[in-house]
């Protein structure tokens, strides 16, 4: 016969198998409960990306490219300016060389001119002033 420690292990473990049944029934319904969440979570997930992902990226490419042909035009416009500036700047210094040319000698030569005129008029106020001593004395 069987020894009695033997069926009393096969007693236990056959009653343990049968406390596991409703646990492992419960396992299998909790992960096709997870499946199923998995794949709404993968529906949603793929709805959301071809619905609002996709036509942001897109939306998102084409402002940077309108962004690009901005920031092309702008530099083109820069570059325009900044030669227009060098041309600017080359003509008045042109016209500053020939203002300094033509009239700084000019201007010299006034100033020369007022000077002596200057001199000279001071020049005969002191001589009338020394005529009417002269006369008063």
Same mark, same amino acid.
């Given at each position: ?55 942001? $990226?897109?939306? !998102?490419?084409?402002? *940077? #490219?309108?962004? /690009?042909?901005? +920031?092309?035009?702008?530099?083109? =416009? ?6 227009? $500036?060098?041309? !600017?700047?080359?003509? *008045? #210094?042109?016209? /500053?060389?020939? +203002?300094?040319?033509?009239?700084? =000698? ?32």
């Amino acid at each position: 016969m069987i020894p009695a420690a033997v069926l009393i292990i096969a007693i236990a473990f056959a009653v343990a198998v049968l406390a596991l049944i409703p646990a492992i029934f419960q396992l299998m319904r909790t992960l096709k409960s997870v499946e199923s969440t998995l794949n709404d979570l993968n529906t949603s997930v793929k709805t959301l990306i071809n619905t609002e992902i996709l036509p942001l $990226v897109n939306s !998102v490419r084409n402002a *940077v #490219d309108e962004v /690009n042909e901005v +920031v092309a035009i702008a530099k083109a =416009g820069v570059e325009k300016v900044e030669g227009t $500036v060098e041309a !600017v700047t080359g003509t *008045v #210094d042109g016209i /500053n060389a020939i +203002v300094d040319e033509k009239i700084r =000698g000019s201007l010299i030569d006034a100033a020369a001119y007022l000077v002596g005129i200057k001199a000279g008029v001071q020049t005969l106020v002191e001589n009338i002033k020394l005529r009417k001593k002269k006369e008063v004395a």
